[in-house]
C-alpha cells in the first residue's frame, strides 16, 4: 500500500495479511504512524489499495454496506439533531422507513445504552455519548463490519468503559468489531490483537499471547514489551510477580480476571 507525500511516494502498509473471523473482536495497535488508520480506511473500503485486495465472506467488500467505520471525532458524522433523529437519518439513506424504521433505530440506542439520551438534543451529550450514536447507525444499518478509529482517545475512563462495553456488546451481537487504540487495557478485551510497526504486522494473535509470551519466568521476551509497548499497569504487576518467581495460575489480560482470582484467594 504506497501513498503520495510531500517527498514523494511512500509504502505506508506491507506484506499485510489478515483474515479475520466474522463475530470477532479485533484491537489494532502500533506506534504513531505505524499505519492503524490506513489500514482501517482500506478495510473500509476508503483508502484504494495500490497492490492487494479486501475480501468479505470470499466476495468483494460493498464499501457502505458491509462496513461501517466511526470516525475518532463523532462530530464529523453525526447529522441528526438527537440520536434518535441521527440513527434514523442513516436508515433512511438506505432506504428504510415506517414502523421498521423506528423498531431498528429503537432497538440500535437499546443496545448501545442510549435509549434515555434519545431526543436529547446531540449538543448536549458527552463525547463518549456521542461515540455511542455512531455506534448505533452501524448498529442500525446492519453493517456486519464495524471498525473504530481510536473511539476513547478523547474519553473518560469512565465514558472509555461505556464505549467499549458497548462494542463488546456489538460483536456478542455478532457484528465483526475492529478497533484500534493506544490503550493497551483495551487490547485486553480483545479476542485477536494484532500489532503494527511501520506499516507491517509484527503480532497478530491472542491478547495472552500479546501480554506474556510463550516463557512463563520471562515476561520481558513477551511480544507487548519486544515490540516496545509499555503494558497496563495489570499486566505490569504480574510481570513482576512473575519475574520474582510467582506460580500464577492464570495470567490475567483484564482487571475482571484478577479481581475474581483474588476474591477466590480471599474467600
Ligand atoms: N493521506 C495520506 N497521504 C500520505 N501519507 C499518509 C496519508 N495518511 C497517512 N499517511 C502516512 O502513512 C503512515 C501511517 O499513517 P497512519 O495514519 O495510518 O498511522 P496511525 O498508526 O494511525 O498513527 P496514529 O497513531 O498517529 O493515528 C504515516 O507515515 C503517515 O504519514
Ligand atoms: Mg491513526
Redesign the pocket.
Known amino acids: 500500500m504506497r501513498?503520495?507525500?510531500a517527498e514523494g511516494i511512500?509504502t505506508?502498509l506491507e506484506h499485510v495479511n489478515v483474515d479475520i473471523e466474522e463475530g470477532s473482536f479485533t484491537v489494532l495497535v502500533?506506534?504513531?504512524?505505524?499505519?492503524?488508520?490506513?489500514?482501517l480506511?482500506v478495510i473500509a473500503g476508503l483508502c484504494p489499495l495500490s497492490k492487494g485486495n479486501v475480501s468479505f465472506g470470499g466476495a468483494e467488500l460493498r464499501t457502505g454496506v458491509d462496513v461501517y467505520m466511526a470516525l475518532q471525532n463523532p462530530d464529523a458524522q453525526i447529522i441528526g439533531g438527537t440520536p434518535y433523529e441521527d440513527v434514523c437519518f442513516s436508515l433512511e439513506l438506505r432506504g428504510l422507513a415506517g414502523d421498521l424504521l423506528e423498531e431498528k433505530a429503537n432497538a440500535a440506542l437499546e443496545l448501545v445504552g442510549l435509549q434515555r439520551e434519545r431526543n436529547r438534543p446531540i449538543d448536549e451529550l458527552s463525547g463518549g455519548q456521542k461515540q455511542l450514536v455512531s455506534m448505533a447507525s452501524a448498529l442500525a444499518v446492519d453493517a456486519r463490519i464495524i471498525v473504530f478509529?481510536?473511539p476513547t482517545a478523547m474519553l473518560d475512563s469512565s465514558a472509555r468503559a461505556d464505549v467499549l462495553h458497548a462494542a463488546l456488546r456489538l460483536r456478542d451481537a455478532g457484528r465483526t468489531v475492529i478497533w484500534?487504540t493506544?490503550a493497551l487495557d483495551e487490547a485486553g478485551y480483545a479476542d485477536r490483537v494484532i500489532a503494527?510497526e511501520r506499516?507491517r504486522v509484527r503480532f497478530d494473535g491472542a491478547a495472552e499471547a500479546f501480554f506474556y509470551g510463550a516463557h512463563v519466568g520471562k515476561p520481558e521476551a513477551a511480544p507487548c514489551c519486544m515490540l516496545g509497548f509499555q503494558p497496563p499497569y495489570l499486566v505490569e504487576m504480574v510481570h513482576h510477580l512473575l519475574r520474582g518467581g510467582a506460580e500464577l495460575p492464570l495470567r490475567p489480560v483484564v482487571i475482571e480476571q484478577w479481581e475474581k482470582a483474588v476474591a477466590g484467594l480471599c474467600r
Not at 502500533?30 to 489500514?39: D, F, I, P, Q
Open positions: 501513498l503520495q507525500t511512500e505506508v502500533g506506534a504513531n504512524g505505524s499505519g492503524k488508520s490506513t489500514l480506511q478509529d481510536e484500534a493506544h503494527l506499516g
